[in-house]
């Protein structure tokens, strides 16, 4: 693969009206067609961007059952009156170390942690399931303390009157406590998914080709830096963007019961 | 019906009720009455196990309903509940909130619930809210609601635990006037309530209430004509 010079590219492949522009704007043009179009090279970044969605939903999805689980074991045990079970208090504390060690420790340690002493993944699918399972179990202590926040933000008198009516405490909280709970948590929670979109950048740490790889392989490809770091900030503003609308569309939807 | 042996309930060291031992029949209307803090609503609450009694026992319909051994939830689901606070689940319309407990404990496929919601609607005098959600209704329709859910278990007994004393006095009316046509047509009821006219009218029996025990009880006419305790009579003077 030759490297592309400017002299090259203004002389044989460039279109006219790009030779008719000051100097200037012609080697940004040329920077352009570089990153982007020059041996497809776009294709690096949507390569990249399956990457970056696949882990960002894996991790989303492991992440919520994780949070849901510590959340109801946590807030069943912190509500119980009197003494607790011994089972429950075995998995109350657990769950409390779970937060503890994944909230205190950075996610780039736990990413070469996971990567390089406890999963040491071959091949790119392995590699795939360890960044989501270590973004899922990271993402889920901090979905936990917001799903806690959210059931315990429900009135007692809800689990009373649901309880009353005959029905148990796992269908009062499937079908009363949770559905309030869940609408109470989406900002926070839509908080937590822009965050976990965008900490996906770091599995470059374990050679996954998400779209952060993708632009430093074209750096290391191109020589410039300027065009793919910054096209690189644009796809995840974009991304966000795209999230917190789609978010506040379901946010107005759950909100029809608060309408007077 | 109920039947209630030595009903003792202490919170850490505070004795909340220092001893009850009651019997309520079939038909009964029963109030209890008492000062705040005399244990009342405890005791109403301990009635389907929403307080967990530190010791004695209760029998609903032959059942012990402190042993463990027994479901409480299939208990529960003959006894209804009223609250003070409505408790209406405030992310479910009005119909789905009576159709839920039914149709999740697979009592009624949808379309009897749903026949039985508006029925209950139409008796509660609220058949054009059905879709209404909780917020948009004023405490007293809340409260109506919160009566028609309950009953739609077919319940054999109703629990009432200050049911109108959330509500802004205009609508104190229209609540009791659902519970006295309740009373009515036989349901046995046990409610407490700081509404002594209603005690007069529809009570079968009202209990007093006083430091955790049952202080005094008789009919309304005996009770509120003739108080033997002091404490009876200074409560009475406040209320009256």
Redo the contacts between chains.
């Keep these: 693969m030759s490297i592309l010079t400017f002299a090259k590219w203004i002389g044989e492949m460039a279109p006219d009206w790009v030779v008719a522009l000051p100097e200037s704007l012609q080697r940004l043009c040329f920077q352009f067609f570089q990153v982007f179009i020059y041996e497809n090279r776009w294709q690096f970044f949507t390569d990249g961007l399956t990457m970056t969605f696949t882990v960002t939903i894996g991790a989303l999805i492991l992440g919520v059952i994780i949070g849901m689980i510590v959340a109801i074991v946590r807030s069943t045990h912190d509500s119980s009156?009197?003494k607790p079970n011994i089972i429950l208090r075995f998995f109350n504390s657990i769950c409390k170390i779970y937060v503890t060690v994944l909230r205190g420790t950075p996610l780039m340690v736990q990413l070469l942690i996971m990567g390089f002493v406890v999963m040491v993944p071959k091949g790119e699918v392995e590699t795939v399931m360890c960044a989501i399972i270590t973004l899922g179990i990271n993402s889920g202590a901090y979905v936990a303390e917001i799903a806690r926040s959210g059931i315990m933000s429900i009135?007692a008198?809800?689990m009373?009157?649901?309880?009353?009516?005959?029905?148990?405490y796992r269908?009062t909280m499937t079908?009363?406590i949770i559905?309030?709970a869940f609408?109470n948590i989406l900002p926070a929670l839509g908080n937590e998914l822009i965050a976990l979109l965008k900490e996906t950048s770091l599995v470059t740490v374990i050679a996954l080709q998400d779209v952060t790889k993708a632009a430093q392989v074209i750096v290391s490809k191109t020589y410039t830096a300027t065009i793919p770091y910054v096209s690189l900030a644009i796809i995840y503003l974009v991304l966000v963007i795209i999230l917190t609308k789609l978010l506040g569309i379901l946010e107005r939807r759950l909100r029809?019961?608060?309408?007077? | 019906m109920i039947n209630v042996k030595g009903l003792k309930k202490a919170f850490g060291d505070h004795e909340v009720l220092c001893g009850i031992d009651e019997h309520i029949k079939k038909g009964e209307k029963v109030v209890i009455i008492g000062a705040s803090g005399s244990g009342k609503s405890t005791f109403l609450r301990c009635l389907n196990l929403l307080e967990q009694p530190t010791d004695g026992e209760i029998f609903f319909e032959g059942t012990n309903i402190c042993d463990s051994k027994n479901d409480i939830n299939k208990l529960r689901q003959k006894m209804g509940m009223v609250f003070q606070q409505f408790n209406l689940f405030p992310n479910m319309t009005v119909k789905e909130n009576i159709k839920l407990a039914p149709v999740k404990l697979k009592l009624m496929t949808e379309e009897e619930a749903e026949k039985k919601a508006l029925q209950l609607l139409e008796r509660v005098g609220l058949p054009e809210k059905a879709d209404a959600y909780p917020v948009q209704l004023s405490g007293g329709q809340q409260q109506r609601i919160a009566i028609a859910r309950a009953l739609a278990m077919n319940p054999d007994v109703m629990l009432f635990d200050e049911p109108t004393s959330a509500l802004d006095p205009e609508m104190v009316g229209e609540v009791l006037e659902i519970m006295r046509e309740l009373a009515d047509e036989g349901m046995t009821m046990v409610v407490v309530t700081h509404e002594m006219g209603f005690a007069r009218e529809v009570a079968t029996r009202v209990l007093f209430m006083d430091e955790g025990v049952i202080a005094e009880q008789g009919t309304p006419e005996e009770l509120f004509a003739n108080p033997k305790s002091d404490r009876l009579k200074a409560f009475l003077g406040k209320v009256l």
């Design positions: 009156r009197g009135n008198g809800q009373e009157a649901g309880r009353s009516l005959g029905l148990n269908q079908y009363i559905p309030q609408k029809a019961s608060d309408k007077r």
